[in-house]
């Protein structure tokens, strides 16, 4: 038993603070002592003192035999976490003790220590004969409360039931307590149905129980209840409860009630009804009324800075939010980890990383980067301002973490592109006995889904339906986007079929359709997801321009073009640049045209669109001075706007042009990609020059793509240069196997060289590599629908549906 570790060391500490005693004891103290040694054990300020206090009962043999001296030392030690001590002067002063009064000090005792002896005291008590009395339980339960210990605090329940202490309100209420945090509602709610007798306390414990466990209807109704039926009027812990019930609803209008009501009764001037304010105002998304609060406040304290500060940046205003965690400091007050976890947040929308580098620096001077809402906001304001090492370096300094750091830490990698590394941490964190929740699937998910990892994201898929989790709306529309951007629209389908949705699940198939040849699928979604009672936002619309500019589906296009108009969308710059697109490669660059002509804010995306369209219909003039007006416009050159540039002075043979662009380019320490070579490679090669775009392509500074060796088998079959084509292929056989085209088109040159052995040696390569040329597919647009061809077959008609509002 835990009594029997008392030993010999803690009587020598004693003894020695006899010897001390007198030279360290205030001389009126110990002319005092006599006749108040409760009153000089209660102001000890600390645990030295304490000791003394102790010694010099002992040493004028006061103690063991005073039982309220002893109480009062007991509580004392446990103050100040030595609850080895506090049992030592239970020890020797418990054989004149022969109420429960002294075990229930020291279940107390035990407790504000927070040391779990595993219900020794109260079985000794027990079993000793003892009689616990009416304070016995409440300190017990909350032992059973503290610990989540429900089984003994329900056989607890039915002891104080047997002894007739269920009648009592202390008891009561504490046994309502201890329901509530075990989260049995139910319970707590038929203990206070059972009172006979109720206090206020009983009222605020169950407003407050329900209010923590989000029950906040039944909060309001139970504080209506007080009000109206119950005798008693809510007090500052009543109001206190409630508040944030208001916030949780953000229910202004009962906020501004339960202020009213505690204007009128004077609680207002309270600190903490005025703090509960700030945060309901602030929750209820009125800013104002939480300012003016906060500066009729005639005390502020730190929680009423924190409580402003949060409510500023909850609802956005987050300059705001600085400026007052600035007057904060100029008030003489340190921020506490409270503040500063709620300001990082906030500098991380302002963009102010450099700031929150300095709140890092000051939270390591004031010792603060231990608390874990800290370290969790240092790791997310490092994830996004993109350095994910500094991050790391947060993580791996943390002393305590939980399962928030990891998710943290695993959003961290996946928004800095380290996709890899996101996977790794997730294993990590269950070797650390970390169990991950939704949230960390939902931060992985996206790693997976952007590197292609389609394995691990179907073991995650696993694990979710083992978990329970395939249930929850945010996991599953990451899996629906994990494989359909994997490629495997079946399964996001199947996904997509059996689960909860959203807007976002339909944009992530519209999105993900519209990208294949299935785009007919894409707009059916679409229609769908207006049947289904859903608004189609930004997303939903690019996606399903996006399809009808890869099925040339004009009609449909201009349809969803009209509702954009409708709903006043046509000028959002996304929405513009996908109609720009959309027009273009359907051959009417005059529509695209007007469209670019109305874009309030063109930016580079809108720029580029124009130029590639007209470079791709041969208007090469237009084309250039549209690339030069891009600049008199002010905005700047990207990397896809030398694409476009290139890609028409290639189609207009305009070779010197072309070099002078690409040149400008490096010049503008823009990096040429594999496409910018792709495009000189085409403009030489068009050209007839084929020994300098075989030079450029050996002097490469990375391994030839796809692109540049199609575009040179492309330049080969103009100008029948068998010999390069031949060399151009055989890269292209490696690189694309499956690719048919490649294999035709150096079929053909063989056979028109009249080299048919070459010839039907390629055909037979292709046959054997398994690759099949997709046949010719035509597509006629009929009233609503639109009919697909294939080689002289007709293929299933198409219903795309007609998508009006």
Known sequence: MYFLLVNNARKTVVAQNLLLTRRFLPEHQIQSFSTDPLAICSNSQSLHQTKQTHAFALLNGILPRSVSLSASLILRYAEFEQPTLSLLVFQQTVPYSHT??????????????????????????????VRPDDHTFPFVLKTCADNMQLQKG????????????????????????????????????????????????????????????????????????????????????????????????????????????????????????SNALVDAYGKCGNVK????????MIEKND??????????????????????????????????????????????????????????????????????????????????????????????????????????????????????SALELVRDMQAHNEIPNSVTLTNVLPACARAGFFRPGKEIHARTIRMGFNFDLFVTNALTDMYAKCGCLNLAQNVFDISLRD?????????????????????????????AGMEHDVVSFMGAISACTNIAATKQGKEIHALLVRRNLHTHL????????????????????????????????????????????????????????????????DSVSYIAVLSACSHGGLIEKGREYFEEMKARNIEPTQMHYA?????????????????????????????????LLGACRIHGNIELASWAAEHLFKLKPQHSGYYILLANMYAE????????????????????????????????????FVAGEIMENLALGFLRA
């Open 679 to 711: 495009c000189m490679v085409d403009l030489l090669g068009r050209a007839g020059l084929m020994e300098d775009a075989v030079r450029l392509i050996d002097n490469l500074p990375m391994i030839p793509d796809a692109n540049i060796w199609g575009a």
């Open 503 to 531: 807007e976002i699940s339909y944009n992530i198939l519209i999105v993900g359709y519209s990208e294949t040849s299935n785009c007919s699928e894409s707009l059916r979604l679409f229609l769908e997801m207006r049947l």
């Open 100 to 129: 429960a009064f002294l075990w229930n000090t020291l279940i107390r005792a035990l407790s504000i220590a927070r040391f779990y002896d595993g219900f020794v005291t109260y079985n000794t008590i027990l079993r000793s004969g």
């Open 154 to 273: 329900m056989e607890i329940h039915g002891c104080l039931f047997k002894l007739g202490f269920d009648k009592d309100v202390f008891v009561g209420n504490t046994l309502s307590l201890f329901y509530g945090n075990c989260g049995r509602l139910e319970n707590v709610r038929r203990v206070f149905d059972e009172m006979p007798e109720r206090d206020v306390v009983s009222w605020n414990t169950l407003i407050g129980i329900f209010s923590v466990s989000g029950f906040y209807v039944e909060a309001l109704d139970l504080y209506f209840g007080m009000n109206l039926s119950s005798g008693f009027k809510p007090n500052s812990v009543s109001v206190v409860s409630v508040l944030p019930v208001c916030g949780g609803l953000a229910d202004e209008t009962m906020s501004r009630r339960i202020h009213c009501y505690a204007m009128k009764v004077g609680l207002d001037i309270q600190v903490t009804i």
């Open 753 to 788: 060289a009249g080299k048919w052995d070459e010839a039907n040696r390629v055909r037979e390569l292709m046959k054997s590599k398994g690759a099949r040329k997709n046949p010719a597919c035509s597509w006629v647009q009929t009233n609503d629908q639109v009919h697909g």
């Open 303 to 420: 929680v009423s800075w924190n409580s402003i500060i949060t409510s500023l940046a909850y609802t956005g205003h987050n300059k705001d939010a600085l400026d007052t965690f600035r007057l904060m400091i100029d008030a003489g007050l340190r921020p506490n980890s409270i503040a500063i976890s709620s300001m990082l947040p906030v500098l991380v929308e302002l963009q102010l990383f450099s700031l929150g580098k300095e709140i890092h620096g000051f939270s390591l001077r004031t010792g603060v980067e231990s608390d874990i809402f800290v370290a969790n906001s240092l790791i997310d304001m490092y994830a996004k301002s993109g350095h994910p090492t500094e991050a790391f370096y947060v993580f791996n300094n943390m002393e305590s973490r939980n399962v928030v750091s990891w998710n943290a830490m695993v959003a961290n990698f996946t928004q800095n592109m380290l996709e890899f």
């Open 289 to 296: 009324a939480s300012k003016r609060v906060f500066d009729e």
């Open 574 to 637: 996304f929405i513009a640049n996908s109609l720009l697109d959309f027009y273009s490669r359907c051959g009417r660059i005059d529509l695209a045209n007007k469209i670019f002509d109305r874009i309030p804010n063109r930016d580079a995306a809108s720029w580029n669109t124009l130029i590639l369209g007209y470079g791709m219909l041969s208007e090469i003039d237009i084309a250039i001075n549209l690339f030069e007006a891009m600049k008199q416009d002010g905005v700047d050159y």
